[in-house]
T-cell receptor, first 115, second 119 residues
Framework: EAQVTQNPRYLITVTGKKLTVTCSQN?????MSWYRQDPGLGLRQIYY???????DKGDVPEGYKVSRKEKRNFPLILESPSPNQTSLYFC??????????????FGSGTRLTVV | AQTVTQSQPEMSVQEAETVTLSCTYD???????LFWYKQPPSRQMILVIR??????QNATENRFSVNFQKAAKSFSLKISDSQLGDAAMYFC????????????????FGKGTHLIIQP
């Protein structure tokens, strides 16, 4: 089954403790992206990657890191999480070029709480 | 930067009736893609329907159809014969057809419309 797999689905952590949210896709998509969803704000892009070793900032990159060492994986790293990073996070992937017209495939989301 | 506006935070419709969700967007580009995503309580983001700006014909997927007005920059979603399973948040999204390189690149979402289905 074609899918984007995120782990974990739920995470509660303490301020300052480094964490990684994993994302993997099995569709050979070049493009991958991370979004956060907050009430009343919709979804906002954190980082994206056009291909292996190519990453760039989205609208809200502060406090986050990403890497794209393999085509299928795109982990999101919070080096020192703070309470304002409490949110619902989505990983997504898509084809590029005219393939963008097919939209993104989203993971199931990670509910992160930082206390 | 592109913006997407959904002016209806919440809509309610009787089961089996028709409802239309509004979406407008602001862009200076001529080539782009528009999408409606559904987010049920399971929080999964599900693609409902998509439209390519160069196509004049409105997209249709079973009970879901759009009214795409390019000049007016409007992209409304019509749900016919509403069912209980249609209850969800609906997000309108825009994507440029071109990769601009550097800076934000990706789907731009509206803030969503919460659709309630009355039995």
């Amino acid at each position: 089954e074609a899918q984007v797999t995120q782990n974990p689905r739920y995470l509660i952590t303490v301020t300052g403790k480094k964490l990684t949210v994993t994302c993997s896709q099995n569709m050979n998509h070049e493009y991958m992206s991370w979004y956060r969803q907050d009430p009343g704000l919709g979804l906002r892009q954190i980082y994206y990657s056009m291909n292996v070793e190519v990453t760039d900032k989205g609208d809200v990159p502060e406090g986050y890191k990403v890497s794209r060492k393999e085509k299928r994986n795109f982990p999101l790293i919070l080096e020192s999480p703070s309470p304002n990073q409490t949110s619902l996070y989505f990983c997504a992937s898509s084809l590029t070029g005219s393939g963008f017209s097919y939209g993104y495939t989203f993971g199931s989301g990670t509910r992160l709480t930082v206390v | 930067a592109q913006t997407v506006t959904q002016s209806q935070p919440e809509m309610s419709v009787q089961e089996a009736e028709t409802v239309t969700l509004s979406c407008t967007y602001d862009t200076s580009e001529s080539d782009y893609y528009l999408f409606w995503y559904k987010q049920p309580p399971s929080r999964q983001m599900i693609l409902v329907i998509r439209q390519e700006a160069y196509k004049q014909q409105n997209a249709t997927e079973n009970r879901f159809s759009v009214n795409f007005q390019k000049a007016a920059k409007s992209f409304s979603l019509k749900i016919s014969d509403s069912q209980l399973g249609d209850a969800a948040m609906y997000f309108c999204a825009y994507r440029s057809a071109l990769y601009s390189g550097g800076g934000a690149d990706g789907l731009t979402f509206g803030k969503g419309t919460h659709l309630i289905i009355q039995p």
